[in-house]
């Protein structure tokens, strides 16, 4: 049994974990580029360690240095938060190897998983219902792809097996563009994910995306903690999560939710994982499974209560959950919005310099941040710089106290999107709720959302 963790990760999501740790009575050992000296969880835990330049490939994203940098440190499990090598099943698996404790599922499951043919064909067998298309690799004969899409009738998406973060992905809307579309993804996937495996999918026109979260132990016992509304993004980047999501049919959302804890089962899934879903005219299509925390965990732990980063790390511990599934009980709604560092409106990053941080509170407020006043956001890493969440007992009160947390919120001297958020909190679609994942754009593209918008 481990009783000290190393955080490979940085940000807001490497303090996040260094608090569970806390609270658990558990060490932490930071590691950091050496731009991050100055984050506050380097500050804040027990031991820590430059692993490298600010470059990711050179440092958060160095596998080999983190796992010696564990040993050098005692430390006996690695948490890998989200992004960097949280998905990396060779990364999972050196861990593994060198006889530390992963924070997460077993190698051979992030392998499974993160090969989305693979995983949809999982999820097929475990009942789980997917967007219908081609159920394997795309094959390379020119006719064998054109008989393909007619099958899975246009327009239709080719996806690389390997993507993420919303790359590796092409809308065909007519057979003429297949052939060229398959091959530029496959060869995009084969230089980004060294994987040019492509599969396709019907394109839904109008869904919202919906996931369920999920926590499975090492004892064969898995819980559903309810659904996450992540419709409103921009290319694919999620920006508004919000749980409960409004107006489904609680049935529907059950039965998937069922589904969803017994496939962890039947696939052997240990460790928190969200399982991602279109939702369109009353109907569940399973895209993709998220082997990690996610950004948006705390919008479901607002409505449950509970501690999902504690629950990883009991988990690898080997402890049974500390729930049933009748010991889910969803209260209220929560929302949150992610504030960049990026102009809030040509979503430029912008990286720089916060003056003055002053994060807003009361009731239902939460707040996850690195940010203090005098921090320095280097330009070399994700945008994300706070996740601002709120929780009432109605939508309504959720909304009344984000739009509340956005006005007191203040960053000075760093360019955020807060002035977005402000402006999407009062927008009708946002605030009657249920909008699909085009909504931003179409926001965009009608020229609601610009600069000099906000009154
Ligand atoms: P990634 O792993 O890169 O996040 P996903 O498969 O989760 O890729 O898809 C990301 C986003 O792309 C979805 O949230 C949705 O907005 C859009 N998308 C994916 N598949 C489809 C599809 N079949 N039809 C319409 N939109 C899709």
């Given at each position: 049994m ?40 380097v ?9 490298g ?11 080999a ?38 924070i997460?599922?077993?190698?051979a ?7 989305k ?10 009942g789980?219902?997917?967007?219908p298309?081609?159920?394997?690799v795309v ?17 239709l ?5 390997g993507?993420g973060?919303?790359?590796?992905m092409?809308?065909v ?11 530029t993804?496959?060869e ?21 995306h ?10 064969g ?5 309810g ?8 290319r ?9 999501a ?5 049935g ?18 240990t ?6 879903f279109l ?9 993709e ?7 948006e ?9 509970l ?6 790390i ?25 504030v ?17 941080w ?7 407020i939460?707040?996850e941040s690195?940010?203090y006043s ?13 996740k601002?969440?709120?929780?009432g007992?109605?939508r309504d ?30 927008e009708?679609?946002f605030?009657a709720?249920?909008?699909d994942i085009?909504?931003?754009e ?14």
């Amino acid at each position: 049994m481990f009783d000290t963790v190393l955080i490979a990760n940085r940000g807001e999501i490497a303090l996040r974990i260094l608090r569970a740790c806390r609270d658990l009575g558990l060490k932490t050992v930071a590691v950091h580029s050496d731009v991050d000296a100055d984050l506050r969880h380097v500050a804040l835990a027990d031991q820590s360690i430059c692993i490298g330049p600010a470059s990711s490939s050179a440092s958060y994203l160095n596998g080999a240095e983190i796992v010696l940098a564990a040993q050098l440190t005692g430390a006996g499990a690695i948490h890998p938060g989200y992004g960097f090598l949280s998905e990396n099943a060779d990364f999972a698996a050196s861990v593994e190897a060198a006889g530390l404790t992963f924070i997460g599922p077993p190698s051979a499951a992030i392998r499974r998983m993160g090969d989305k043919i693979a995983a949809k064909r999982a999820m097929m067998e475990a009942g789980v219902p997917c967007v219908p298309g081609s159920d394997g690799v795309v094959p390379a004969d020119g006719n064998a792809i054109r008989d393909l899409g007619a099958q899975v009738g246009f327009p239709l998406m080719v996806k690389a097996a390997g993507g993420g973060g919303g790359r590796g992905m092409r809308v065909v809307r007519n057979p003429d563009e297949l052939l060229e579309a398959v091959a530029t993804t496959r060869e995009e996937a084969g230089r980004a994910f060294r994987n040019p495996d492509v599969y396709m999918e019907r394109f839904l026109a109008r869904p919202r995306h919906i996931e369920i979260q999920v926590l499975a132990d090492q004892h064969g016992s898995a819980v559903w903690l309810g659904e996450r509304d992540c419709s409103m993004q921009r290319r694919h980047q999620k920006i508004i999560e919000e749980a409960p999501a409004p107006g489904l049919d609680r049935g529907v959302v059950e039965r998937v939710g069922e589904l969803c804890a017994g496939a962890c089962r039947t696939i052997g899934y240990t460790g928190a994982g969200t399982f991602e879903f279109l939702y369109e005219d009353g109907a569940f299509f399973f895209i993709e499974m998220n082997t990690r925390v996610q950004v948006e965990h705390p919008v479901t732990e607002l409505v449950t209560g509970l501690d999902i980063v504690r629950e990883q790390i009991q988990i690898a511990q080997g402890k049974p959950l500390s729930l049933r599934q009748a010991d889910v009980v969803l209260r209220g709604h929560a929302i949150e919005c992610r504030v960049n560092a990026e102009h809030p409106f040509t979503f430029t990053p912008a990286p720089g310099r916060v003056e003055r941080w002053t994060p807003p509170g009361g009731p239902g407020i939460r707040v996850e941040s690195h940010l203090y006043s005098g921090y320095v956001v280097p330009p070399h890493y994700d945008s994300l710089v706070a996740k601002l969440l709120s929780h009432g007992a109605t939508r309504d009160e959720a909304v009344a106290r984000m739009a509340g947390a956005l006005s007191e919120i203040e960053t000075a001297g760093l360019v955020t999107n807060v002035p977005l958020h402000r402006l999407l909190l009062n927008e009708a679609g946002f605030v009657a709720g249920g909008f699909d994942i085009h909504h931003l754009e179409r926001l965009i593209a009608g020229g609601l959302i610009h600069e000099g918008g906000e009154r």
